[in-house]
């Protein structure tokens, strides 16, 4: 398990199945230009196998060009990055009480903001869009409430008993809830205009096998979501068109709980025992490339793969189309520890990365660099998140 699955698994209670809790939906009209299909027992399945990589992810050409936007001190675990609306948004969390805060920045330049928001704040995805930042954020439900830009404001709720991290891919967002009914809805949310559209409904209970949703992922054409089985049964990952048409599931063996990364065409997975591969949704391939240790493969996107290196991911690198090494824990770290919280990259190149830091004053190079924007507190603490910026062209 990767070290953000576990930080979510510490801090985000889900409903077993995700299919008993008392949402209904969101709260907002859904439009469907194609009925949902409801995937099932009957829907058609491929078989995964285990190819190997190949090649393994190593640094090759020159650092990026990162300079810090923010540090923000004894406030918790940078937990998840968005971009979207113009904004930079990022979460932190305290694991052992689970109080966390949300702040923001303009793309283009201009003071942090915390934002108004909950009081707690579970790690189970952010995102940002030009009506403001979706957090998640409840008790006996997890639920998504959008917080306008700028202090925060009144909080509007969007979507009632979120069952799995959402996904950002440009201006939508993919998500799966969990129905009363026991049927769990997967769908996709418009940052613009603020209307969701389903895709595809399951179930978390047929035929005696029971089954999560532990992670969605939206491509450029796709929803894909990965269902955990509940028991000595197969998982599977199921893929959904966004135009519409039938899904399609690809059978995993051995595994109850298979990994995805987000990508933005093919999606890759991991089974346990095996390196990672790519899913199109017609066949399994083998991946150019997979990571030292389970975990560190982050996204796939134009061709360029994302990834940590290091026993803790102390190098974020790109290879592929894009090669370069994205920035490392040492430049900020100062003597302390630092370790990968984030990364979202957008389509035209921009580069966000979050790390925390851990046993060392914020006394480093880049750090230091531009403490106007963004430093919160004295150099007294021991603990701080930084988020950095760049561009990859």
């Known amino acids: 398990m990767s070290r953000r699955r576990a930080l979510r698994a510490a801090a985000l209670v889900l409903c077993a199945a995700g299919c008993t809790g008392s949402g209904s939906g969101s709260g907002t009209s859904p439009r469907a230009a194609h009925p949902a299909p409801a995937v099932n027992s009957s829907t058609p399945a491929q078989e995964a196998g285990c190819q190997p990589a190949k090649a393994k992810l190593a640094p090759r050409g020159k650092p990026l060009r990162m300079r810090t936007i923010a540090v923000v001190k004894d406030q918790g675990t940078l937990s998840d990055i968005a971009v979207g609306g113009g904004y930079i948004a990022w979460s932190t969390i305290h694991i052992e009480t689970g109080a966390g805060a949300i702040y923001e920045r303009r793309i283009g330049g201009g003071p942090v903001t915390q934002l108004n928001g909950p009081d707690v704040v579970y790690p189970s995805g952010l995102a940002s869009g030009p009506k403001g930042v979706y957090v998640v954020t409840g008790t006996d439900t997890q639920d998504v409430y959008l917080l306008p830009h700028g202090s925060g404001g009144t909080m509007t709720p969007v979507l009632r008993n979120l069952v799995a991290p959402m996904s950002q891919h440009g201006d939508l967002v993919a998500y799966a809830i969990g129905l009363a009914d026991g049927r769990r809805e997967i769908g996709v949310l418009d940052t613009h205009t603020g209307e969701h559209r389903v895709v595809a409904t399951d179930r978390a209970c047929e035929n005696g096998r029971c089954s999560r949703i532990d992670q969605v992922e939206l491509t450029d054409d796709a929803v894909v979501w990965a269902q955990g089985a509940i028991g000595d049964h197969p998982s599977y990952l199921v893929r959904e068109p966004l135009a519409g048409g039938e899904p399609v599931r690809l059978r995993i063996t051995g595994?109850?709980?298979?990994?995805?990364?987000?990508?933005?065409?093919?999606?890759?997975?991991?089974?346990?025992?095996?390196?990672?591969?790519?899913?199109?949704?017609?066949?399994?391939?083998?991946?150019?490339?997979?990571?030292?240790?389970?975990?560190?493969?982050?996204?796939?996107?134009?061709?360029?793969?994302?990834?940590?290196?290091?026993?803790?991911?102390?190098?974020?690198?790109?290879?592929?189309?894009?090669?370069?090494?994205?920035?490392?824990?040492?430049?900020?770290?100062?003597?302390?520890?630092?370790?990968?919280?984030?990364?979202?990259?957008?389509?035209?190149?921009?580069?966000?990365?979050?790390?925390?830091?851990?046993?060392?004053?914020?006394?480093?190079?880049?750090?230091?660099?531009?403490?106007?924007?963004?430093?919160?507190?004295?150099?007294?603490?021991?603990?701080?998140?930084?988020?950095?910026?760049?561009?990859?062209?």
Not at 331 to 346: E, P
Request: charged share 20%; net charge negative.
């Open 255 to 393: 595994d109850v709980q298979p990994d995805l990364a987000a990508a933005d065409g093919p999606v890759p997975f991991r089974r346990l025992g095996c390196t990672w591969q790519m899913w199109d949704g017609r066949a399994a391939a083998a991946s150019e490339f997979d990571v030292p240790r389970a975990g560190q493969l982050i996204s796939v996107q134009s061709g360029t793969w994302y990834g940590t290196l290091g026993g803790e991911g102390q190098t974020i690198v790109a290879r592929g189309a894009e090669n370069a090494v994205v920035d490392r824990a040492k430049t900020i770290a100062s003597g302390g520890v630092g370790l990968y919280g984030g990364l979202v990259v957008t389509d035209d190149g921009l580069v966000v990365a979050g790390w925390n830091v851990y046993g060392a004053k914020p006394g480093g190079k880049g750090v230091e660099q531009n403490p106007a924007e963004g430093e919160q507190n004295d150099h007294e603490e021991t603990s701080f998140a930084v988020v950095r910026l760049g561009h990859l062209r």
